[in-house]
């Protein structure tokens, strides 16, 4: 399936019931021409980014600096917008899931991991997955469309709001870092995807450092390049095998963009090196990729790239095909990985109380729609 093809999947337009049109999403430019739209001079558009983007005020009449009679004029053609907060859930570890309904009723859900020296938000990039891959949970539900940029921008921004982190704080923060690892493949929305964090980074606003923000893809090898020079963020690469023959099964897209072709990619991606490693992620599947020599190839596989590896216990969800490596073959795997000069940390599986730990990602939009579809077949 070529990028095209993914790239035709919209969004609807940011609008609400009353024909307002959604502030959030535009960067810097747009923000600019739309105020030359309603007659307003260039440096309003700064003053509305530090009230969008610093302070996440939602509501005009609190801009103070902006005269009355323009906060006026603002709430009667736009709006701030949030996703809807359709389930919310908290985990015994502290891991909090939202699943949250977007402007057509679709859902996607984001997660918040508390830890002791930061905190990470796991943002969603499309509605359901294209890739399929075997022990992902999001990977059941299909590809329904991309996010636009404000349905991204507004994740961050809804997670800032739940933990009362307006205005943007310098240090401390609760929510301190982003990886794009919830439900979809980014590098298949890269314009919306770059679009967002390109907001998300900028430093008069959200102002969360690219070194903070990491993208994580099944091996898009096309736009890596582009994902390294124009973001400059992380790249974490969920790898999962080491022959094209298993990962053909259980990573699909590998039949298009086969390991020999990834790693060439990443081995050029702009910016590598030991400061700024490529991840890989490798989850751990009983009696499937978790030997001894499965570890010896992957430490070959990636010589001579600056990286480490991340071990993820697999999470099981309800009819997976998988089972999790034991303890034992977990342990062996990371030792010899870390032998070869590799970091190897094993990953805590966070939230799964909540089906909220790696994998285990997936809105309820397909069974919402079944269960209406029925209702109407009763009716």
Aim: positive net charge; contains cysteine; aromatic residues 6%.
């Amino acid at each position: 399936m070529s990028t095209e093809k993914h790239a035709a999947t919209f969004a609807p337009p940011a609008v609400n019931a009353d024909g307002k049109r959604d502030l959030i999403g535009l960067d810097r430019g747009e923000l600019e021409a739309l105020m030359a739209e309603v007659g307003e001079p260039k440096f309003r558009a700064r003053q509305l980014w530090h009230w969008l983007y610093h302070r996440g005020e939602r509501d005009f009449a609190q801009m103070h600096n902006l005269s009355k009679e323009f906060r006026q004029r603002l709430g009667e053609k736009f709006y701030v917008g949030r996703p809807g907060i359709a389930v919310d859930l908290a985990s015994k570890d502290g891991t909090h899931k939202w699943l949250l309904e977007l402007r057509d009723g679709q859902k996607v859900e984001a997660v918040h991991i508390p830890e002791e020296d930061r905190g990470t938000l796991c943002v969603s990039s499309q509605v359901g997955c294209t890739l399929t891959c075997k022990f992902c949970h999001t990977g059941t539900q299909r590809l329904v469309r991309n996010l636009a940029a404000d349905e991204i921008v507004g994740q961050v921004m809804m997670a800032r709001d739940h933990l009362g982190e307006w205005p943007s704080p310098k240090d401390g923060r609760m929510l301190s870092n982003i990886v794009m690892m919830g439900m979809g493949e980014p590098l298949y929305n890269f314009e919306n995807v770059a679009k967002a964090l390109k907001i998300v980074m900028d430093g008069e606003g959200i102002a969360i450092s690219k070194r903070r923000i990491t993208l994580s893809t099944a091996g898009v090898v096309p736009l890596i390049e582009r994902c390294g020079a124009e973001l400059g963020v992380n790249l974490a690469v969920s790898l999962h095998a080491v022959n094209d023959e298993l990962r053909d099964q259980i990573v699909p897209i590998n039949k298009k963009y086969p390991i020999r072709e990834l790693m060439a990619a990443l081995r050029n991606y702009p910016g590598l090196n030991n400061a700024r490693r490529i991840t890989f992620e490798y989850v751990m599947l009983k009696g499937v990729n978790d030997s001894k020599a499965d570890a010896h190839a992957l430490v070959k596989l990636i010589k001579g790239i600056p990286a480490k590896v991340n071990l993820i216990p697999f999470n099981p969800w309800p009819g997976a095909p998988f089972e999790r490596s034991t303890p034992g073959a977990i342990r062996d795997f990371s030792d010899i990985v870390f032998d070869a000069g590799y970091s190897s940390p094993v990953r805590t599986p966070r939230g799964e109380d909540i089906m909220a730990a790696c994998g285990q990602l997936k809105s309820d939009s397909v069974k919402q729609r079944r269960s209406a579809r029925d209702r109407e077949a009763a009716a």
